[in-house]
């Protein structure tokens, strides 16, 4: 049994949540975003759950692909999860139409 959670783990798990966020906000508005409560939780979730799994990332990782923005991500994290209530969904939507792609990019071409 091959489960071993290592980097290349957590990258895979960081690249579907990607990979669902592209998928589900491919040509979206931001109006058509916030009127979207399923859809709204649903991002907000994925983007939680990118920068969950990027803690478990060994520090060595992190330093070898330091042009990965860590801190943006944890940042995010943070913001959506102590200001729930009042997420500013404009920066949601350009985290997700702009950042995640570019991301995506970014975790595609590391090799292990």
């Known amino acids: 049994m091959d489960n071993v959670k290592d980097d290349s783990y957590y990258v895979r ?44 990332l060994t520090a060595r990782f992190k330093s070898e692909h330091d042009e990965i923005p860590w801190q943006a991500i ?4 943070n913001r959506i ?5 009042d997420v ?3 920066i949601v939507y350009d985290t997700v139409t702009k950042d995640i792609p570019e991301l995506y990019e970014m975790l595609e071409q590391i090799q292990f």
């Open 74 to 77: 944890v940042g995010m994290r």
């Open 13 to 56: 798990k960081i690249l579907t949540d990607i990979s669902y966020l592209m998928s589900k906000t491919e040509g979206i508005e931001l109006d058509e975003l916030e009127s979207d409560e399923t859809l709204c939780d649903s991002v907000l979730f994925r983007l939680i759950q990118i920068a969950e799994n990027a803690k478990y």
């Open 88 to 90: 500013e969904f404009d």
């Open 81 to 85: 999860v102590h200001e729930y209530g």
